[in-house]
């Protein structure tokens, strides 16, 4: 069992908006900053979202980060059939001195 | 070209030991943050272990403590992660990744392709 919560699975049609949670506790989300990945299966995973809402330079302003307390979120607008993928919220957890992760959310582009 | 390379991986029984490297190129690695996370086949992400770019500060998860060994040797731009009494449920494709997710640097912005490990009899 992951120490964040997400939801297993999402979906929507392209041109959609489309919004994953991660829900987490105060040793972690709480007090530290939200990461998000993206991984297509059989790939290593691509920052997509660090410091709750910060863009790395190549990732579309379709994809943004949002965090309030001790969960948090990233949206994906205009959604296109090449967002189908895994997505993965991560923080620093203090009580366990390491990273923990959510278990990963898969979108369906339907 | 900036990128991280995975190696050491294999079939090891359980109990036995295994040593994984990664190799840094294109960027400034004695400067960074650096990670060790796995994923087991159809599973998520699980964060194995990080180590300060200096090494002296060195973080495990409970899972595999006193288990699993970073270090890293920044002259040669390496990354190792020495495992030790190895169960089946440490079976995964293990990632390197750099810097770290603390400081809310933009840590995760580079990982390697991965090195399989499979313990089973």
């Known amino acids: 069992q992951s120490v964040?919560?997400?939801?297993?699975?999402?979906?929507?049609t392209p041109g959609q908006t489309v919004t994953i949670s991660c829900s987490g506790t105060n040793s972690n989300i709480g007090s530290n900053f939200v990461y998000w990945f993206q991984q297509v299966p059989g790939t290593a995973?691509?920052?997509l979202i660090?410091?709750?809402n910060q863009r790395p330079s190549g990732v579309p302003d379709r994809?943004?980060?949002a965090k309030s307390g001790t969960s948090a979120s990233v949206a994906i607008s205009g959604l296109r059939s090449d967002d189908e993928?895994?997505?993965?919220?991560?923080?620093?957890?203090?009580?366990l001195s390491g990273w923990v992760f959510g278990g990963g959310t898969r979108l369906t582009v339907l | 070209e900036v990128q991280l390379r995975e190696s050491g991986g294999g079939l090891v029984k359980p109990g036995g030991s295994l040593r994984l490297s990664c190799t840094a190129s294109g960027f400034s690695f004695s400067t960074y943050d650096m990670n060790w996370v796995r994923q087991a086949p159809g599973?998520?992400?699980d964060w194995v272990s990080s180590i300060s770019g200096s090494s002296r500060n060195?973080?495990?998860?409970?899972s595999v403590k006193a288990r699993f060994t970073i270090s890293r040797d920044n002259a040669n731009n390496s990354l190792f992660l020495q495992m030790h009494n190895l169960r089946v449920e440490d079976s995964g494709m293990y990632?390197?990744?750099?810097g770290d997710i603390l400081t809310g640097a933009a840590g995760g912005d580079l990982w390697g392709q991965g090195t399989l490990v499979t313990v089973s009899s």
């Open chain 1, 63 to 65: 994809f943004s980060g």
């Open chain 1, 85 to 95: 993928s895994d997505y993965y919220c991560a923080s620093w957890d203090d009580s």
């Open chain 2, 43 to 45: 599973k998520g992400l």
């Open chain 1, 45 to 47: 995973p691509k920052l």
């Open chain 1, 4 to 12: 964040l919560t997400q939801p297993p699975s999402s979906s929507g």
């Open chain 1, 50 to 52: 660090y410091r709750n």
């Open chain 2, 58 to 62: 060195k973080y495990y998860a409970d």
């Open chain 2, 95 to 98: 990632f390197c990744a750099r």
